[in-house]
């Protein structure tokens, strides 16, 4: 099977060990991911809170470029918030040709065109799920996840909003809960699956997000998880990166690994830690997956930038601190 | 709203159970909408023949519309469902003959529908307005090949009424 | 197609602004939106209440509600309510609004998606670090506390580029950015 | 021949006339259209003046044919009839054009509004001259009628009929008749047992010497029409000789095998494997559930009939199918409760204790599994905080669009019944507090002073994650309250969902066996929403209860009454007339093609072997006129919708038309219709 692949920026940096296991796992199930020539940012939840039509023409070139590929009918979004926007614009421009028209006038600009419909925009975690079956991926695991006890993290855009009424349940999907199970694992049921992880609060409004976060964090570790699983960059940073700064904001001690279901799945399949990105999470998931037999390994592995890390701008001083 | 020099006329078949009742609601309601269709009664829109509709045209409308209850609502249980065959049938005779599309419409609307009908009603007006005149003299006389397509779809058309229920 | 209410040029310019807004108009005002909001704790009108203020034309007062900005883009107001109303469309909607009138009650979170979008339209891509200098070092250097350890831990795991990428066809990107532009305020 | 017209144009006193000059219009008819003799405008036609003027014309005119241009058809169509007969001219002779409701009033511009006011009356004229009388066949009613669904409606007008003195066969699908009533505890607003009123008349049932009760039964097929339908019946096995079974009940003491009951007590109690719905059950003879009796899965036990003192129980009994023939029938088959776990978000299914409205009946209920306690899904515990959510379901686009309109009232006694039993704090969440009928809103008011506490709001979510202090091991309901304009989270122990009143699962196929129509819902279409709202569209057939819309107790015995009334009426007539529009076959012209047979959904159409032709049983025709559309040798007439008068009318609709189309277009109409003959 072949896709179109959009990485979307999260992908190629903060996470990069997603864009990693995603490309491994799919190369393991034959699944050929042709990533879009020159793909620009999706706009994240920003552009259209500043130009609607500038959002939209701005996604309009990326799924231009992706349907200009030949053969291409499937474009495959790993992280949520491009899924969404991706699919958005092609929903919105199929019901609104006034607004299709508009975002093409722009386009073409660009010497871009795009017609609605052409392309079916999916999640890279459906694509397993659906075109690749959870038996055919147990039947491929050769390390199952034994004791390890897992909580699915959906959060939000993987399954909201549905639009004209398609996609999973948007309250209580199961679909990730199954795919983890069929690799051996102990999936925890936990009632905030598909709350929200604070989004791009962490950036504007600090203490709305911790929140957010703490009640996650709260919720999978009240159901004893030794890890929370994700299907988004977004999630993965918040709950990931953030911790530690919740940890201090509500003076709790939570320390729950956050990975991606692509290293999930990789681990099962029996690939390297090290060939899944795994180690570069900030918090360390060597206690999980000690579990199962997996060692982290040292993030020695990311040496080269990391001089120029050193010799990069001043960071600000912690402050309340030292 | 009336101030364009063109005025098409356009004849309703509305059935008596839905449609009808929707326009006599839309009345009721004073819903303001353009005079143009005039209404013909019949007790369901599977008593519509083909011919009716291309009468009308004959005798000078610019466009005809088919009313009946929604798919799954007809007073007789099913019979609108082969109303959308026969239209389907219809618009590929049309089509060969060089109409376009929007002079003839299918439209659904319950008997609480008076409000749609109404609005239906100025879409297609708008939309047939646009079109101008169907002057089918100048574009229909002279195109014999026409004459062949039309008796085609004669034959598709009888053909049409055997598929099954 | 539901017509929005005439005479209320507020109401007809979020519903014309948003794809799906002409549900708006049916709103019952059951608060299933305000309900199921994450944030909603944090907001001084929920969006329930900024839908009635809209059906009675407040524009002022709706533009200035810090609501908008507080919405997470979690989508449960919009999965749950009943009217089918494109709650968190219409909380975009009313930020790009407010941002063209100027009326947001807090800078930061305008300031953000600008500067967000600032590095995408100059390379094509976003830029986290660019941005957490930028943002969080020029714009509000005090109040953002622990950001500094975050970007060192995202570093030292190489899950932060000091440098931006930048995408080949940023002119033709830049092309059709404007010419979108131009439409926005058209 | 010629025909002489009188054309009638209504001013309706200025409803048409504000907008259309019917004067003019009037005159312009008698001086423009062929066959018009007579041209008049008249204030109000429909007045017995107005008719009158009609009478006169006829008889001193000699009018042969008649327009009144007024309002719908659908209002004065048969007023006018009946003038015109009652003047001598046969009512089908008469035509109406709808001026008012197609052109005064919802036309701006004057000038167009007579325009059309024109081409509607000159359509008028020129199909009322192609016209023909036609006479109403009469057959006769049989007095005896078919009732299905033993719920209150159905139980309801069953008793009205019997007590009238006529026969009745009611039939019911379950065991036991009784309907949801019978699962009820209390009724609103009086709060009297439901179980206290209903069961008198559940025996009445039982022992009325007019009414023939066939429960455990399904009607499998309908035919006939009007005054004498043939109704086949399914009488399902009980595995009981009614006729020796006395109802002691010992077989169901000692039967072996325990199930959870699904239906009766909606999956919260058990029941045995041979078993009566409840005590009170009317019949009162057992059942035996084939599917979960150890005699059936395995071949032994037999309890039961060991210990049946009267040898009653027969487990070799077979199904029985009864050829009935009633002369109406009235449809009282109720309705299904949504289904609570379509909205994931309220926890049902999933967190232990939150029930539907229907399991908190039952265990309100003293003959329930818990004996009428308010107790957790463990059985013991008593609630200290209880939850009503309403609209569940309801109001809701993604589900059912319409009010439920029970479950506010319920949501009240329920909060009653909470606070008499368990003395716990009840909060009712709801959108809109709608106490329609007598008494209702002194209830709510009652309800207040008692105490229950009120929050507008619909609740986003039940939830046992706990955020707040005094949250842990509650259900949490999260809701905006709307009239404070901030987020609530009130932690409760137990939830009850008022789930909406949706049509029966099988609603649509039960309409399309009776020849019924329903609303894209699946509820029963009634013939007129306000003015006939238990008749349906098709005659004999009659609807009543539930199964047209939500309803509550009141309004369903209401509708019950009446729908026995209506069919009274028609047992007393003796006789029904058949619309004469029909559909009509000329056997000369019939190819035999069979075409139209399949093409009618009544099953009106025979095809005579011997003949090799089609025949229509007007009886049955309901004269929508599709075979006659479709018939290829236009062999098949539609009485009063020829095509000849239709094609006429169009013809004077267009009356201002440029006949430039015409030229050319006649060629065509031919080609696809050699317009036909009869047609």
Not at chain 1, 216 to 244: F, G, H, R, W
Not at chain 4, 244 to 267: H, L, M, Q, S, Y
Not at chain 4, 614 to 619: E, M, V, Y
Request: neutral net charge; contains cysteine.
């Amino acid at each position: 099977m072949r896709y179109g692949y959009y990485p979307g920026c999260s992908l190629t940096h903060s996470a990069a060990p997603y864009d990693l296991s995603a490309r491994a796992v799919s190369n393991a199930f034959g699944l050929q991911l042709d990533e879009v020539n020159d793909w620009n940012c999706c706009g994240a939840t920003e552009y259209i809170t500043i130009n609607k039509a500038a959002a939209y023409a701005l996604v309009g070139r990326n799924l231009a470029l992706a349907a200009s590929q030949d053969g291409q009918t499937d474009l495959v979004a790993p992280c949520s918030a491009c899924y969404l926007n991706l699919r958005k614009v092609d929903h919105n421009m199929t019901a609104y040709p006034k607004l299709a028209e508009r975002t093409n006038e722009a386009l073409a600009a660009g010497g871009l065109h795009y017609d609605p419909g052409s392309l079916r925009i999916r999640h890279l975690l459906d694509v397993i799920v659906d075109d690749v079956g959870n038996q055919a991926v147990a039947a491929k695991v050769t390390r199952p996840l034994r004791g390890l006890r897992v909580a699915p993290y959906y959060g939000c855009l993987l399954v909201r909003p549905q639009l004209n009424g398609d996609g999973r349940n948007p309250e209580y999907p199961t679909h990730m809960d199954d795919l983890l199970s069929a690799l051996g694992a102990e999936v925890i049921d936990y009632p905030l699956k598909t709350h929200c992880c604070g989004g791009h609060m962490t950036q504007i409004s600090a203490d709305t997000a911790y929140e957010l976060i703490r009640r996650l964090l709260k919720s999978a570790q009240d159901y004893e998880a030794d890890v929370i699983v994700t299907a988004c960059p977004m999630c993965q940073l918040n709950l990931d990166a953030y911790q530690s700064q919740v940890n201090r904001h509500f003076s709790t001690d939570f320390h729950l690994p956050v990975l991606y279901f692509t290293q999930m799945i990789g681990l099962a399949l029996g690939m390297t830690p090290a060939s899944l990105g795994l180690g570069r999470e900030i918090v360390s998931a060597a206690a999980a997956l000690a579990k199962i037999g997996a060692a982290v390994p040292e993030p020695e592995a990311a040496a080269p930038r990391r001089k120029r890390a050193e010799t990069g701008l001043p960071m600000p001083r912690r402050r309340g601190e030292g | 709203m009336t101030d364009t020099p063109f005025e098409p006329k356009i004849v309703g078949f509305l059935c008596n159970w839905c449609s009808y009742r929707a326009a006599d609601l839309a009345g009721t309601a004073r819903m303001k909408y353009e005079p143009n269709v005039r209404i013909v009664r019949v007790m369901c829109s599977g008593r519509i023949e083909p011919s009716f509709v291309l009468k009308a045209f004959a005798l000078g409308a610019d466009g005809v519309m088919i009313a009946g209850c929604h798919p799954g609502e007809c007073h007789y249980l099913e019979q609108n469902y082969k109303t959308m065959r026969r239209f389907e049938m219809l618009r590929h005779t049309l089509q060969a003959m060089g109409m376009e599309n929007d002079r003839l419409r299918l439209q659904w609307a319950s008997a609480a529908e008076g409000a749609a009908l109404a609005r239906a009603i100025d879409d297609m007006v708008e939309r047939v307005r646009k079109l101008g005149p169907l002057g089918w003299t100048q574009n229909w006389s002279e195109d014999s090949g026409r004459i062949e397509a039309v008796r085609r779809m004669a034959h598709e058309h009888a053909e049409a009424m055997e598929v099954p229920a | 197609m539901t017509r929005p209410v005439s005479g209320n040029a507020f109401l007809e310019g979020v519903v014309a602004d948003t794809p799906g807004g002409e549900a708006l108009v049916t709103c019952l005002q059951c608060g299933t939106c305000g309900g199921s909001c994450p944030s909603g704790q944090d907001m001084d009108d929920t969006p329930r209440r900024l839908f009635a203020m809209i059906g009675a034309g407040m524009r002022q007062e709706v533009l200035s509600s810090n609501a908008p900005w507080y919405c997470v883009a979690c989508y449960y107001c919009m999965v749950r309510c009943p009217k089918d109303i494109p709650v968190t469309d219409i909380m975009y909607t009313l930020k790009r609004m407010a941002v063209r009138e100027k009326l947001y009650d807090d800078r930061d979170a305008p300031d953000w998606s600008q500067s967000f979008i600032g590095f995408v339209e100059t390379y094509g891509r976003s830029f986290e670090f660019g941005l957490a200098t930028r943002y969080h070092l020029t714009h509000r250097p005090l109040k953002k506390v622990g950001v500094g350890p975050l970007a060192l831990d995202m570093l030292s795991k190489d899950r932060m580029s000091l440098r931006p990428d930048r995408i080949r066809g940023i002119d033709q990107l830049r092309a059709i950015l404007d010419k979108a532009k131009l439409q926005e305020v058209a | 021949m010629t025909e002489r017209v009188g054309v009638y144009v209504c001013h309706c006193g200025t409803n048409i006339a504000g907008t259309v000059d019917v004067s003019g219009v009037a005159t312009w008819a008698k001086e423009n259209l062929p066959g018009v003799v007579v041209g008049r405008d008249y204030k109000f036609m429909c007045s017995s003046l107005g008719q009158e003027l009609i009478q006169e014309d006829i008889r001193k005119e000699g009018l042969t044919r008649v327009v009144v241009a007024a309002c719908s058809p659908h209002l004065h169509e048969r007023t006018f009839r009946t003038a015109c007969a009652n003047a001598g001219l046969n009512p089908y002779l008469c035509h109406m054009a709808s001026l008012r409701e197609q052109v005064s009033w919802v036309t701006k511009d004057k000038a167009q509004a007579d325009i059309k006011a024109r081409a509607l009356i000159s359509g008028a004229v020129r199909r009322v001259q192609l016209q023909e009388s036609l006479e109403p066949t009469e057959v006769p009613v049989n007095p005896t009628t078919m009732v299905v669904g033993a719920g209150i409606a159905g139980i309801q007008c069953s008793l009205e009929l019997a007590e009238a003195g006529h026969q009745v066969i009611l039939v019911e699908r379950e065991p036991s008749i009784g309907g949801h009533m019978a699962q009820f505890d209390k009724t609103f607003p009086t709060l009297d047992c439901a179980a206290c009123i209903l069961t008198p008349k559940m025996s009445d049932v039982g022992l009325h010497p007019n009414i023939r009760l066939l429960s455990y039964s399904e009607v499998e097929k309908v035919s006939g029409y009007v005054g004498n339908f043939d109704v086949r019946v399914r009488k399902k096995a009980r595995s009981i000789k009614e006729d020796a079974c006395t109802g002691c009940g010992i077989c169901i003491e000692k039967c072996p095998k325990k199930v959870i009951d699904e239906v009766f007590e909606v999956g919260i109690g058990y029941r045995k494997a041979i078993y009566r719905p409840f005590p009170q059950a009317v019949p009162k003879f057992p059942v035996i559930d084939r599917e979960s009796c150890i005699y059936f899965e395995r071949g032994t036990c037999k309890a039961c009939e060991k210990f049946c003192p009267t040898n009653a129980i027969d487990f070799e009994q077979a199904d029985e199918y009864l050829d009935l023939t009633v002369g109406n029938i009235i449809l009282a088959t109720g309705y299904d409760l949504f289904d609570c776990t379509q909205i994931p978000q309220y926890g049902y299914s999933r967190l232990a204790n939150v029930f539907t409205s229907l399991e908190f009946e039952r265990m309100c209920n003293a003959a329930g599994p818990t004996e009428g306690k308010i107790f957790l899904r463990d059985g013991v515990t008593t609630p200290k905080t209880v939850a009503l959510v309403h609209c569940v379901g309801s109001r809701d686009k993604r589900h059912h669009p319409y009010c439920s309109a029970v479950c506010c009232m319920s949501a009240l006694k329920f909060g009653h019944l909470v606070m008499e039993k368990t003395g716990a704090e009840v909060y009712s969440f709801y959108i809109d507090m709608r106490p329609l009928h007598k008494n209702y809103e002194e209830f709510y008011d009652r309800l207040q002073q008692e105490g229950m506490h009120f929050i507008r709001g619909r609740v986003a979510e039940v939830t046992d994650a706990a955020r707040l202090p005094g949250e842990d091991g509650k259900l949490i309901v999260q809701a905006e309250d709307t009239l404070i304009g901030r987020q609530r989270r009130i932690p409760v122990d137990m939830v009850v969902l008022l789930g909406a009143l949706q049509p029966r699962a099988d609603a649509k196929e039960i309409a399309l066996r009776f020849g019924i129509s329903t609303s894209i819902d699946g509820w029963f279409t009634e013939r007129h929403p306000k003015l006939d709202p238990v008749a349906t569209m098709t005659d004999g057939l009659f609807i009543a209860g539930t199964c047209q819309g939500p309803k509550d107790i009141p309004d369903s015995v209401s509708q019950g009454a009446a729908a026995a009334a209506r069919v009274q009426g028609m047992i007393t007539t003796g006789t029904v007339l058949i619309e004469p529009i029909v559909a009509e076959i000329d056997e000369a012209r019939c190819s035999g093609c069979r075409i139209c047979n399949n093409l009618c959904p009544f099953n009106a159409i025979d095809y005579l072997e011997d003949k090799a032709v089609s025949q229509i049983n007007a009886a049955l025709c309901k004269g929508c006129g599709t075979c006659v559309a479709a018939c290829p040798a236009q062999a098949i007439t539609g009485r009063h919708f020829t095509y000849d008068q239709i094609t006429a009318e169009i013809a004077g609709l267009l009356y201002d038309a440029e006949v430039a189309n015409g030229d050319y277009a006649p060629k065509l109409v031919d080609l696809l219709q050699p317009a036909g003959g009869g047609r």
